[in-house]
């Protein structure tokens, strides 16, 4: 009788601590609907640690962190390496507001992408520094040109045209096609600094080149995962059996986090889980079943 009633305490006691010995991936695979794979992380420890700084799952919505804010992810074009960010300051053909600019860290593992078109809205003619001369050659008449991109008069002209920017009847010399090559070694458009109102940046006309109410506003960057951009095979392996790759310990060294929590250093396909603390699924399973069993079989 004794001997029962330890059991029943045994058992119970297994019972109630199994839900910890069964616990869930730590790095997700996806946050909100946007799938997150290597180099981007959800978390600490999850990815690739020079881009895990910079992107993280806060509260379900996959950011990107600068110095100069937060900006929410909109897409990732994995085959293409470029990840697509809107940033809620900018102007739009819908809607126009003060912004400060934007800038990216100057160690943040991203460029911009040639298809980013930055537009400086409101610029003040007389004091702006991108239409003062730049100083050098100051015999030759181009250097006087402004620092704004001539062939974008027409981009300008698309988006004075919209109504909310149209509202504020601005000359079309307080207009800037500022292409991103322009940022300088501070990959930083200062808004301020540049004495510009606003800006408005996107990444495509969409088609429609003078309908400035689709064109896809927003920043694309790209990135790569290393100085020869290859993707890490152990980390294709561990992607390609459910986990999610992350990085551990002084050195950073590879692991790969299972769908069950659990970590290893190759991939999620048994045999090759190396964590002999944990309960693999399958033998999970069977203590389960004959736990069950034995409790069938209690008195
Ligand atoms: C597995 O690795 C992830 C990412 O490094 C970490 O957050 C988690 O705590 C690790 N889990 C275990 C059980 O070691
Ligand atoms: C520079 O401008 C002056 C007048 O503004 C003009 O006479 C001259 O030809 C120009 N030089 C060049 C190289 O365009």
Known sequence: MKITSSFHVLCFLTIISLPSLISSQSCQR?????????????????GDPRFQKYI????????????TGC????????????????????????????????????DAPFSFHDDTVFTLLDCSISSSPIYQSTG?????????????????????????SCRAISMLSLPISTCCVYTPVDLGPAFEMDLRKLQCSSYSGFYSFNGQESNPDNWKYGIALKYKFNVYNDYPSNCADCERSGGACGYSGNYNSFVCN?????????????PSYNNALRFLPWQRGIWVTSLLALLWNLP
């Not at 996806?30 to 999850?46: A, E, H, M, W």
């Not at 299972?258 to 048994?270: E, K, R």
């Open 56 to 67: 993280n799952c806060d509260q379900q919505k996959l950011t990107l962190t600068t110095h």
């Open 136 to 160: 050098i050659n100051t015999g030759d008449n181009s250097s006087l040109a402004p620092m704004c991109d001539k062939e974008g008069i027409p981009i300008c002209s698309f988006l004075y």
């Open 258 to 270: 299972c769908p069950n929590g659990i970590n290893t250093t190759s991939d999620c396909v048994f």
């Open 30 to 46: 996806s946050c909100d609907k946007l799938p997150v794979k290597y180099p981007f992380g959800t978390g600490s420890g999850c």
């Open 71 to 106: 900006y929410p992810v909109t897409n990732i074009d994995y085959a293409n390496q470029v990840i697509y960010i809107s940033d809620p300051s900018m102007s739009t053909c819908s809607c126009t507001q003060p912004s400060k600019g934007f800038g990216l860290d100057w």
